[in-house]
Structure formats: C-alpha cells, structure tokens
C-alpha cells in the first residue's frame, strides 16, 4: 500500500510508515495535508510576518512588536484574534460571494501550489509530473481571484485596483515563464523531482550556478515573482499613496487578516519556487543516509533556511527602496525581465549543446 | 437605475479629505479615464479656523500663538512674519541680537520642515523609511527648539519687538554639534532618494511647471525656484539681517528630466537645507552681544495706519498685512499663504495626468492644508 500512496502523496505515505496498521488511504491524506499545513507551513509563515516586522523596524529605526510574549513573537496571534472579533463590513455595491470569497481563494490557490512543492525528500504533499506548470497556474489564478475580489467590490478605488491586478498578471507571468525555460532544459522536465535531482547540496551543483544563462533566468525570475507578490517597491494594487489601498482598503476584519496572511503566504510560495528552481531546494549539502526518517527534518530545516535568505532579502527590498510606476513595472517586466529570460534559455541550450549538459559546477 | 444603464466614460471620485496622499484634511475631485485624470478641482476649507477672523478680537501681542497654527510645520515664519509687519507699523526697534536670532531659528524650521517635505514625498512614493529617517533629524531640531523655548512644535518663540528669551550657550553649542551631524546625513538621503533610480524615474518629467506658469499662478519659494526663477524675499527684500549672510538660492534646471518637474521641485529643497545649515552657522559664528528684545507697553496698541511684510517661509512667499485703527487689537489682519497659491495651479498640473503621479505631484508640491484654510 505504502508504494501506491507515495505515488499519490509521498507526504502520506511518509505518515503512514509510522503506523504498523492498515488505515485508509483517505485518512492518511487528511492526517498529512493537516500536518504539511499546521506543522511545516503555518509556523514560518508567521515567523516571516514577524521577521518583516522586525527588520522593517529594524530598518526604519524603530522597535517593532515587543509587548506579546517575548520579543514580541506571537503578536500576529493577537493580530489575527483581534481581526477575527471585528465587523466583516463590506462596501455596498459588493457583489457579494465573489468579493467575499475572492481572497479566500487566492489563499487556496497559494496554498495548492505549495503543496506540490518538495519541502524535504517525502515532504511534499504531491509529486506532479508537471509541477512547475501547476504552480505557474495556481500563481497566475491566485492573482485572477484577486480580480475577481477587486471588481466586485465596485468601489472606485479598487476598480483601479482590479485593472492593475490584470496588469500586474501581464507582468509576471510571461517573464515567469520564460525565466523557467532554464531549469527545465537542465532538469530534463517541468517536475520539481526531477529538478532538484538535477541539483546538488553545495551551491556549485545548483542550477542558478550552471551557467551564465541560468544565472539571468534566476534574476529574471526572481524578479517576476517579486511583481506577483505585490509586495514593496512593486506594490501595484496595493498601493496606499496612489489608490489607497485599492483592494485592502475594502476589506476589514478577518477577512483584512486574511489579506495580510495572503501576503507572507505569497512571500514562501515565491521563495520556495525559487530555492527549488534554482538555488537547490531541499538538497543538503551533507550526507544524511544514517538518520532515517529524521533525513526529513534536516532537509526541511535547509529548505526553511534558504527560504529566509529570500525572505530577508524580499523584506530588505520593501523596506528600503520607493515603489515603482504601473508603466515602470511594465516596462521593466516587457523591456528587461522578458528579454533577459529569453537570453537565459539560449545561453543555457546553447551551453548544454556545447558543454554536453555538463554545469560549471564539473569544472571545479 | 439598473447596472446596465449605468454608463460613464469616466470615474470621478474623491481624493481625499482623509487619503494617504494628501497631509491634512484636503479634498479633490478627481474625473478619470480609466488611470488618467483628465479633471482635479482641489476644496479646501477642510481646517478653516478663521484665523485672520480671530485676529481683530485678540491684542496685538495675544494674537501670536495663533499664527503658530498657520503652519504648524514652520511656526517660526508665521510668527515671523506677523511681528515684522506689526514692528513695521509701530515703527519698533529690534535689538540687532534678536535679529540674528530670528534669521538663526527661521533656518532652522526650514530645515525642519524641508526635511519633512521630502520624507512626506518619498512616503506617498512608497519608501516610508525615508519618512522616519527625516522624523529622527527633525527631533533633533524639535530637540533644539525645546531648549529655546520649551515648545516642540508651536512655538510661539518669535515676538512683536524680539524674541521670547535669549539664546544660551548650551544651545549655541547644540546647534553647531547639529549642523555638524546634519551634513553627513544627508548623503542618506541622496543614496535612498536622489540616486536612486525608482525615485528619479517616478518624479522626473512629471508635474513640471515652466517658468512662465509659475510665474502667472502666483508661486514663489522653492516651486518657483524650481521653475528657473531666481526669486527669494531673503534676497530680493532682505527682513532681519540676511544682507550681511552669503548664501546661494538653489535653482531647478531640469537635471534628469524638464526644468521645473517634480525631481527639481525636490531637490532644491535639498539643497536649500544645506544652504540654511551654512546660514545658521554663519549667524552662530556672528552672534552679536546685546538685548534679545525691545521692552513693549503693558497695552500695545499699534498706531493708526496698514503695514506689509512679506518674509521667506520654507513653502515661499509668506505675506501678512496688518491695518490697525489705534486699538489694542488689530482691525484687520491677512494672511497671503504660499500653499494657497499652489491651488491655481491644480487645473493646468493634475490634468492629463496618470493618476499614480497625482500623489506624486501633491508630494512635490509640499502643500500644508492649514496654512490653505486657516
């Protein structure tokens, strides 16, 4: 049974090794999207919220959340009990489910595309043979629901709003897309298994470390998954100076915390696409063959660390630097981001048709 | 009316009186075209105390901590600029001491509130570290001001015939440890903001006022300057004693983009900081010996007569006209407020414009509502 559930989930089949009896499949597969979601998800998401607090603090020569617990750590469960108990108002002319549901199901779709993303060797809730599309897909639909909150809502500012989410979708995703072509050439296949076989644990090995080429795809899709975030110097619809929040502003009370934990969910979702497209994803640099199942935990440990590389950066970013124009970030995405990935595909073929797919790693 | 007769080219909407992009209770009414606005009617009134109203029922000398409330971000020029036009009418005497010490903290609230504006600008443009960077140099100059005399931001410190109380040595020594930490400082700003290329690309180009338009909309100080004119009353009328300090007026000539846009309007005020920092210690270095303050009648009255004064406030040409019928208290007093002067130029500025830049532009600008209403 074992064999047939880890094709389905290898996350289940790693949860039902632990259990000498047979239970159903379907249990397994509750008990596992539970623990991927409140065990190995939930908690660094709120560290990130917490981190972004911090160092933005940190940035801006301020103290930051201090009063809840120790160093103020669990303010976001204060936060989030505080936005629970409030009224969930909406503007008038709401077309009600769509707005109301609309970043519930970005969520979702956010949540769907981490979950076919390898935390560790059998951390990952789905192994898909076409894992990069999917997640490419979820990104892309999680904006969609956004819209969809957006123009429903009716009012001014977020109409605004929901015509710069399509803008932002025209930004991200074919730069996005193109930047992919790398790792997948490298990779053999749009599989995230398959990808992070292609990579090792030293940073020689990771497909960012190729070539030059990929090196150009990595900042081009970093950058693009930066555009999606909405977050920053790129926050398009968010924008309180411009449009007053646009989409945030219509929303209160838990549903408002619900926007704000779209965002950290967004930041991992960005920063776990990247640490395992380019940068190596769960792969340790050390050999782990005597710790059995606990293989799992220091795998996720690396994973998170790497992940909060990103994340630090992503918040040093938003922190520090003026956003950008809806035409800048167009122009940024169709001018530099679009060419620089499409520069990066070629490079990396051209490299892998010369070198015999061989990176730069084997010359050390 | 159903959805589906509901058809508009365009969406008007409210900007304001309470939106990020706006300081203070300030509306407009903005038509757009999808992002562009094609229509800004600015309405103000917002914060209208009725100052000038106020006036003719107060005395002479009790009327001016309500010209703090003008502007409260350079409270020391409304102050300024009232005791200039009343000493003007009585025919006072400053003591040449508390001359210097006018010019000394009249450069000092404009660094203050010139600091601000380019961290209110940077703010509405997203960086906001920028705002607390100038919140944190700012205290330093509350800091100073609260030595002098106790208030940290309304400071009633300026007096009709001198200044409330005399400068001490701790503070003389303060301001110099200031300037000296200022001018370093600011090459934070100029690495987050002047160089940075997000910055210069959303403010070049964008809201740019040629020299004639300034001119014809009545603008003055640093948006005039902006625009190529040469003009600063600290120059072209000196009050107070700015004839015997050197200092240069900072000039817009459209370094990254059009002469007069919103980076020029930004970066003479930058500039300008750095000119007040050599003023101040300039007056610091000069400070002559003497009393602080002439000695008025327990009952002021002001002869019979009218009287002007125009001074240099940090957002430009700040007048005040006062006619006194020989009463203890004003028969009228008004107030020509450089922000209110901006407003003319909303209908040609916000016009054609992406709605993105109106935050922008407003920034630039550097409007204090309070000092439009009063």
């Known amino acids: 049974m074992t064999t047939e559930l880890n094709a389905i989930s290898p996350m289940a089949a790693y949860v039902a090794s632990f259990f000498d009896f047979s239970a159903p499949a379907w249990t397994m597969m509750v008990a596992a999207i539970t623990i991927h979601w409140f065990v190995l998800l939930l908690p660094p998401v709120a560290l990130m919220g917490y981190l972004d607090r911090k160092v933005g603090a940190d940035v801006q020569m301020r103290i930051g959340p201090n009063r809840v617990s120790p160093f103020g750590i669990f303010q976001f469960l204060a936060d989030m009990l505080k936005l629970f108990f409030k009224e969930d108002a909406g503007p008038d002319a709401q077309e009600g489910w769509l707005f109301r549901w609309g970043v519930v199901a970005s969520i979702g779709c956010v949540f769907l595309a981490i979950g076919s993303i390898p935390m560790s060797e059998s951390w990952v809730l789905s192994n898909l043979d076409a894992g990069i599309v999917c997640v490419i897909a979820a990104l892309a639909f999680s904006s969609l629901c956004l819209f969809w909150a957006a123009y429903s809502a009716q009012s001014q500012w977020s109409v605004l709003s929901a015509f710069r989410i399509l803008a932002m979708i025209a930004s991200y995703l074919v730069p996005l897309v193109v930047s992919l072509i790398s790792p997948i050439l490298i990779a053999g296949g749009p599989s995230f298994e398959k990808i992070i076989a292609a990579q090792g644990g030293a940073p020689w090995k990771w497909i960012i470390f190729h070539n030059p080429g990929s090196m150009l795809s990595g900042a081009a899709m970093f950058l693009s998954l930066q555009i999606w975030q909405a977050r920053g110097p790129f926050d398009l619809f968010k924008s309180p100076g411009e449009i007053a929040g646009g989409l945030a502003a219509e929303y209160s009370g838990a549903r408002l915390g619900l926007v704000g934990f779209l965002e950290y969910l967004s930041l991992f979702l960005a920063s776990a696409f990247i640490v395992t497209t380019f940068f190596g994803g769960w792969q340790t640099p050390f050999n782990l063959e005597s710790f059995g199942r606990a293989a799992n935990l220091v795998e996720w440990l690396v994973f998170m660390t790497k992940i909060f590389v990103f994340v630090f950066v992503s918040t040093w970013i938003r922190w520090s630097l003026p956003s950008l124009r809806i035409d800048q970030i167009v122009n940024l995405s169709w001018r530099i981001l679009v060419p620089i990935g499409l520069a990066g595909g070629a490079l990396t073929s051209i490299w892998m048709v010369i070198f015999k797919a061989g990176g730069a790693g084997n010359f050390l | ?84 036009a009343v000493e003007s009418l009585a025919k006072l005497d400053v003591p040449e001491r508390a001359s210097y010490i006018r010019v000394l903290v009249s450069e000092l609230n404009r660094i203050a509130s010139h600091l601000l504006a380019a961290g209110v600008l940077a703010n509405q443009l997203g960086a906001n570290t920028v705002l607390m ?9 509350n800091n ?60 070049a180009n964008v809201g740019e006022i040629s020299e004639k338009e300034a001119i014809a909309c009545g603008q003055s100080g640093p948006i005039l300057r902006a625009s190529g004119v040469k003009f600063d009353v600290r120059k072209s009328r000196p009050y107070c004693v700015y004839q015997k300090f050197d200092f240069d007026l900072p000039v817009g000539s459209g370094e990254v983009g059009m002469a007069g846009d919103a980076f020029d309007r930004y970066i003479v005020r930058m500039r300008e900081i750095e000119q007040a920092a050599s003023l101040i210690r300039q007056t610091l270095d000069t400070l002559p010996a003497g009393s602080f303050s002439t000695t008025l009648p327990r009952i002021f009255k002001a002869p019979k007569g009218e009287a002007y004064s125009m001074i240099e406030s940090p957002r430009g040409t700040f007048g005040v006209y006062v006619a006194s019928t020989g009463e203890k208290h004003p028969a009228r007093v008004k107030f020509r407020t450089p922000s209110f002067a901006v407003l003319n130029l909303f209908p040609q500025i916000l016009q054609n414009v992406p709605l993105s830049d109106v935050s922008t532009i407003l920034g630039s600008l550097d409007i204090m509502v309070s000092e439009v209403d009063r």
């Open chain 2, 144 to 203: 100073l001001f609260e030595m002098l005399c106790g208030a940290r931001l309304t400071y009633n410190y300026v007096r009709i015939g001198g200044v409330a109380a005399d400068v001490t040595d701790g503070f003389i020594e303060k301001s110099y440890e200031f300037i000296e930490y200022l001018l370093p400082k600011l090459k934070e700003y100029h690495d987050l903001l002047s160089n940075n290329r997000i910055f210069v690309g959303r403010l």
């Open chain 2, 1 to 84: 009316m159903t959805a589906s007769t509901r058809v508009s080219k365009t969406l008007a909407f409210n900007i304001g009186p309470h939106h990020s992009s706006t300081i203070g209770p300030f509306r407009m009414r903005v038509e757009t075209d999808g992002e562009v606005v094609y229509s800004c009617k600015p309405d103000v009134g917002y914060l209208h105390r009725g100052v000038e109203k106020i006036a003719e029922k107060m005395t002479w000398t009790g009327f001016l901590p309500y010209t703090d409330r003008i502007d409260y971000l350079s409270a020391v020029h409304c102050n300024l600029a009232y005791a200039l």
């Open chain 2, 133 to 141: 960077y100038a919140l944190r140099d700012r205290e330093k100059i």
